[in-house]
């Protein structure tokens, strides 16, 4: 369990095939203190940890998990939002996030608008009815509020505000327009979908 809150920005300094892929992801975390098993949201997604040094954390990232998220992601070089499992006590300063990739995104615009972005994502149909506006969706791992949401043909197309210091602080500073983000909804949008749809059979 996570909250959204990025912690580190990491950079993926080796990518091999090992069985799976074994990324190495290099960290200002004291390693010390992460355990072998422990869950890191690495851009969203919740990896474990079977590998550390001085440094350096390594997952192992398997076909099914390279499928269903971003484009390159994996790649060697790419920068990752890293943030630790939430510890019971711990503020949830974002809101709660399981680290399970609903489905990729599109960035489709990035402007500047005072001193923040705002960015404009497309998602598929799938996902258009747990998107709303002020609800919360996570971005490549960072929790965020949706300012405004437009229907489209194919799906939705949904607005955020990125101010400076969630820029300098997470890879949002490298957003370019095509590029794929891994989006997951709110847990709390999932129950109350399913619970609209149950009644509505009822």
Same mark, same amino acid.
């Given at each position: 369990?996570?909250?959204?809150?990025?912690?580190?920005?990491?950079?993926?300094?080796?990518?091999?095939?090992?069985?799976?892929?074994?990324?190495?992801?290099?960290?200002?975390?004291?390693?010390?203190?992460?355990?072998?098993?422990?869950?890191?949201?690495?851009?969203?997604?919740?990896?474990?940890?079977?590998?550390?040094?001085?440094?350096?954390?390594?997952?192992?990232?398997?076909?099914?998990?390279?499928?269903?998220?971003?484009?390159?992601?994996?790649?060697?070089?790419?920068? +990752?939002?890293?943030?630790?499992?939430?510890? +019971?006590?711990?503020? +949830?300063?974002?809101?709660?996030?399981?680290?399970?990739?609903?489905?990729?995104?599109?960035?489709?615009?990035?402007?500047?608008?005072?001193?923040?972005?705002?960015?404009?994502?497309?998602?598929?149909?799938? #996902?258009?009815?747990?998107?709303?506006?002020?609800?919360?969706?996570?971005?490549?791992?960072?929790? #965020?509020?949706?300012?405004?949401?437009?229907?489209?043909?194919?799906?939705?197309?949904?607005?955020?505000?990125?101010?400076?210091?969630?820029?300098?602080?997470?890879?949002?500073?490298? #957003?370019?327009?095509?590029?794929?983000?891994?989006?997951?909804?709110?847990?709390?949008?999932?129950?109350?979908?399913?619970?609209?749809? +149950?009644?509505?059979?009822?």
């Amino acid at each position: 369990m996570f909250t959204g809150i990025v912690t580190d920005i990491g950079t993926i300094t080796q990518a091999h095939q090992q069985g799976d892929l074994r990324v190495r992801v290099s960290t200002a975390y004291d390693t010390d203190g992460i355990d072998l098993g422990a869950s890191v949201s690495c851009s969203g997604v919740c990896l474990t940890v079977v590998d550390k040094a001085p440094g350096e954390i390594a997952f192992d990232v398997s076909n099914e998990t390279i499928s269903r998220t971003a484009t390159d992601q994996w790649t060697e070089g790419r920068r +990752l939002n890293l943030e630790r499992a939430l510890k +019971l006590g711990d503020e +949830l300063g974002g809101h709660i996030v399981t680290g399970h990739v609903d489905g990729i995104g599109t960035v489709v615009d990035v402007r500047e608008e005072g001193g923040s972005h705002r960015v404009t994502i497309a998602a598929d149909k799938d #996902l258009a009815p747990y998107v709303a506006a002020k609800g919360s969706i996570t971005v490549d791992g960072v929790s #965020l509020t949706v300012n405004d949401v437009a229907d489209t043909p194919d799906g939705v197309h949904f607005m955020l505000n990125i101010i400076p210091h969630t820029a300098e602080v997470t890879t949002f500073a490298d #957003l370019k327009t095509g590029q794929a983000v891994n989006l997951e909804i709110d847990v709390l949008a999932r129950y109350l979908q399913r619970m609209e749809a +149950l009644r509505a059979k009822a």
